[in-house]
């Protein structure tokens, strides 16, 4: 199990500290998922690379005035960004067939 499983198990008041410390601090993070939904919880920006040949197939913004919590799992916002990124994913695998 990676520590990026293990971190989006924590509380949703961790995650908050997290955000928190991050912005105090004016740090980057780059986290490397498989997860679409990892993604677009976790992120700020999501690029997202196709196979054979390795490619950036889409550079998506994830804006969001939302807390990073339950509530915005559940969003019409969080959905959509993951049904755009997965129509991205499917079109980018159908082109390299």
């Not at 991050?22 to 740090?27: C, F, I, N, P, S």
């Not at 993070?29 to 976790?42: G, K």
């Not at 920006?45 to 913004?61: E, K, N, Q, T």
Request: aromatic letters at 10%; one cysteine or more.
């Amino acid at each position: 199990m990676s520590r990026l499983v293990r971190w989006t198990k924590l509380p949703a008041t961790n995650w908050t500290a997290i955000c928190w410390i991050y912005g105090r601090a004016k740090l980057t993070v780059v986290f490397v998922t498989h997860s679409i939904q990892e993604a677009v919880f976790l992120s700020q920006r999501v690029i997202m690379m196709a196979a054979r040949p390795g490619r950036v197939v889409d550079d998506m913004r994830i804006e969001t005035h939302m807390a990073r919590d339950d509530e915005f799992r559940v969003s019409q916002a969080f959905t959509q960004y993951a049904q755009q990124l997965q129509r991205g994913l499917l079109a980018a695998s159908q082109e390299s067939k």
